[in-house]
């Protein structure tokens, strides 16, 4: 089992900056590929971020040159880096693991982000 816990959510103004973090469980977070997604009111979850266990990334067309996903295997914790935030980024933004090489099969609780205009 492995649990996700998010954190760093809240409300900015248009333009402006958050980071979210998101604390995993296991001994071999290492070798998870990690992802962020998210979802607005009335609409379906999308992808937002992914990075591999190698480090490689990949984004959403909507957040590419704004948003950046990294990650600290040493504290077992994947960040996403939010620059230039529009009214269009409010969601609840969730974390997810993919520990088997496959779909991303664990899941956070999520944490609400609001951009007000």
């Known amino acids: 089992q492995v649990q996700l816990v998010e954190s760093g959510g809240g409300l900015v103004q248009a333009g402006g900056s958050l980071r979210l973090s998101c604390a995993a469980s296991g001994r071999t977070f290492s070798r998870y590929r990690m992802g962020w997604f998210r979802q607005a009111p009335g609409k379906e979850r999308e992808f937002v971020a992914a990075?591999?266990?190698?480090?490689?990334?990949s984004y959403a067309d909507s957040v590419k040159g704004r948003f950046t996903i990294s990650r600290d295997n040493a504290k077992n914790t994947v960040y996403l880096q939010m620059n230039s935030l529009k009214a269009e980024d409010t969601a609840l933004y969730y974390c997810?693991?993919?520990?088997?090489?496959?779909?991303?099969?664990?899941w956070g609780q999520g944490t609400q982000v609001t951009v007000s205009s």
């Open positions: 997810t693991a993919d520990i088997n090489g496959g779909a991303f099969d664990y």
């Open positions: 990075i591999s266990w190698s480090g490689s990334t």
